[in-house]
Nanobody
Framework: QVQLVESGGGLVQPGGSLRLSCTAS????????IGWFRQVPGKEREGVSC????????IYSASVKGRFTISRDNAANTVYLHMNSLKPEDTAVYYC?????????????????WGQGTQVTVSS
């Protein structure tokens, strides 16, 4: 069964850090582009970051550039999102997704497999 599972979310104070993980089961991530998205109730899903299958190209939204870092460990079948200097406006459910083209993008409609999401709350 093809499955993506996010983990690492939680409650953190402003200025703090979290590392999200996206682990695949039932398939190998090494030929997929991977994206991280987030969504808050009442708003559209927002592309946060993505990487191509080799990890040689990474893209960040303007809202997180300089604070978030995407990385992948294909041997572990896992992609990470390192989040630093967190702000209350980063509060959302974070999703990872896999793109069969291998390119990755910040456009959610280009993705084929999605995880269930992990909640990140930034609050004092």
């Amino acid at each position: 069964q093809v499955q993506l599972v996010e983990s690492g979310g939680g409650l953190v104070q402003p200025g703090g850090s979290l590392r999200l993980s996206c682990t695949a089961s039932g398939f190998s991530l090494d030929s997929y582009g991977i994206g991280w998205f987030r969504q808050v109730p009442g708003k559209e899903r927002e592309g946060v970051s993505c990487t191509n299958s080799h990890g040689s190209t990474t893209i960040y939204s303007a809202s997180v550039k300089g604070r978030f870092t995407i990385s992948r460990d294909n041997a572990a079948n896992t992609v990470y999102l390192h989040m630093n200097s967190l702000k209350p406006e980063d509060t959302a459910v974070y999703y990872c997704a896999a793109d069969t083209s291998g390119w990755g993008s910040l456009r959610s409609y280009e993705y084929h497999y999605w995880g269930q999401g992990t909640q990140v709350t930034v609050s004092s």
